[in-house]
């Protein structure tokens, strides 16, 4: 079984940051892509960004320049860096990870954690 553990969530000012990260854990053999979603009451979750294991990199365009997303392939761990916050990007947020374990592939999802951004 693979596991995800997200931190970093909580409530900031719209201008501020925030940094996320996730910590996937387990018998792991390798990990391809990981990610964050984020999602609202009553709306679909979405896409925010993804890394894949050689870094590159894909971005909702409501966060292109203000979201970075990194990875360090050695503690499986993804992250989050969030700058210029508006209200809009209130939402939980997932961490997401397909991961290789023994016998089979798995596609993982974190249990989310609040960002609350007030205006």
């Known amino acids: 079984q693979v596991q995800l553990e997200e931190s970093g969530g909580g409530l900031v000012q719209a201008g501020g940051s925030l940094r996320l990260s996730c910590a996937a854990s387990?018998?792991?053999?390798?990990?391809?892509?990981m990610g964050w979603y984020r999602q609202v009451p009553g709306k679909q979750r979405e896409l925010v960004a993804t890394i894949t294991s050689s870094g590159s990199t894909n971005y909702v365009d409501s966060v292109k320049g203000r979201f970075t997303i990194s990875r360090d392939n050695a503690k499986n761990t993804v992250y989050l860096q969030m700058n210029s916050l508006k209200p809009e990007d209130t939402a939980v947020y997932y961490c997401?990870?397909?991961?290789?374990?023994?016998?089979?592939?798995?596609?993982?999802w974190g249990q989310g954690t609040l960002v609350t951004v007030s205006s």
């Open positions: 997401n990870a397909n991961a290789r374990t023994w016998g089979k592939y798995l596609e993982v």
């Open positions: 387990g018998s792991i053999i390798s990990i391809s892509s």
